[in-house]
């Protein structure tokens, strides 16, 4: 236990930093091997038991990869609320249980080395991966609420989850390619909302007019039988998706303009407060 070292994420390196959380799913190996030999020897009861562990080691390690992955997401946002369910909390205890269970129910163990196996394996789960975030992060941006940032944002994801879903109706490869573009621009403008809260105001009609009519037109599309649609309409569609395309790319180099404006003005500020 003095070796136990606070795990310290680094939360640049998404993958390497939930790679951390199969460190878990090592103890299924040798679970999974009694499991073999108890089947093999027909031994029923040791079967079972080593199922039940099986399961609920699988359970802990699961939990432990939400977490992981809500906690990730938490910490590379700007504005967004705790996990409203705490996997990491549910693992550390599930992993207590399970290693009770193991030593005592599966490998019949005095119960109180299981207890204190259990409560053992659940501190040093605790210290080594910590607990889930807590604290909301929605600090206000001058008049605008974070709660109305979160919940535009939230809208706008939903309806470009739903032209994706949409998508996978379409046989039309040209079509399904112009939408994957102009779907990919509009989730790097409510990227660049995300980290700068304040255009949500200058960007909420790309919000509203954009990504509706988008979830209009392939919802129209979609209810037709694609042999239906004549050539001249595919074309109409073709051209306006290129429109849209290139206001999504003018969106774009709008909101990085505005972002090194206020990097400006921020520097000049900053010299007239050295000189004075």
Excluded: W
Aim: hydrophobic share 45%; glycine share 4%; net charge positive.
């Amino acid at each position: 236990m003095s070796k136990a070292k606070r795990y310290n994420p680094d939360f640049k390196k998404d993958k390497s930093f939930l790679k951390k959380g199969i460190f878990l799913y090592i103890f299924l190996i040798p679970l999974f091997i009694a499991i073999t030999i108890s089947l093999l020897m027909l031994k029923v009861k040791y079967f079972i038991a080593n199922i039940i562990a099986f399961g609920l080691f699988f359970a802990t390690a699961k939990a432990n990869s939400i977490g992981l992955a809500q906690e990730l997401e938490y910490y590379t946002k700007t504005l967004t609320k705790a996990p409203k369910i705490p996997y990491k909390l549910i693992a550390g205890v599930l992993l207590g249980i399970s290693t009770f269970f193991s030593a005592s129910i599966a490998g019949y163990q005095n119960i109180f080395i299981g207890i204190f196996l259990g409560v053992i394996a659940s501190i040093g789960y605790f210290l080594y991966y910590g607990f889930d975030p807590r604290a909301d992060k929605l600090t206000n941006i001058g008049d605008i609420s974070a709660e109305f940032v979160l919940e535009t944002l939230a809208k706008a994801r939903g309806k470009l989850k739903s032209i994706e879903e949409d998508m996978t109706h379409i046989k039309d490869t040209k079509l399904t390619s112009q939408l994957r573009v102009a779907i990919n621009k509009a989730y790097e403008i409510l990227k660049n909302i995300e980290d700068d809260p304040k255009d949500v105001r200058v960007a909420r009609k790309f919000i509203i007019v954009y990504i509706d009519g988008i979830k209009k037109v392939t919802q129209s599309y979609i209810e037709l039988d694609e042999k239906d649609i004549t050539y001249e309409t595919k074309e109409k569609l073709y051209n306006l998706l290129s429109d849209v395309e290139d206001r999504f790319e003018k969106e774009i180099l709008r909101l990085k303009r505005n972002n090194q404006f206020d990097l400006d003005v921020n520097i000049d500020v900053l010299q007239e407060q050295i000189k004075n």
